[in-house]
């Protein structure tokens, strides 16, 4: 396993949001509160991870998705705000990923509001259609 440090180097790169919320201001983010949803979301999270070489994911919360009205309901993106682990430090990191379109972002700044976490979504894993 990787330290935080190399966790820190692969995968902290994040785009400014701003603009591109603004162009997806109706795209919200839902709570996911059914546990088998929320178990799915955090092992493909982790299985990310996995391929950048470092980290494990502990425990997740909150739990979210994010639905693109754009795309007739057709796409989504999915994340959580988790503790990880790496090395002997553990993180609080928000993680987006879309599956569908190949994207995975990951953050290690404290972004606790629901708008800032809707803001790092748009802006590094909105579905593309």
Known sequence: MRT???LVLCALVVASGAASAQTHSSAQIQPVI???SAARIETRLQARLDSL???RVGPCGPVFLLNAPD???LASSDGAVCTVEAG???VSAL????AHDGLFALSLTP???LEAIRVFV???CYPRG
């Open 71 to 73: 795309t007739s309901g």
């Open 111 to 113: 972004l606790r509001s």
């Open 122 to 124: 748009i802006a590094n």
């Open 88 to 90: 002997r430090s553990q």
């Open 34 to 36: 059914d546990q088998a």
């Open 53 to 55: 070489g470092g980290g």
């Open 4 to 6: 935080c440090s190399a």
């Open 95 to 98: 993680m987006c990923e879309n």
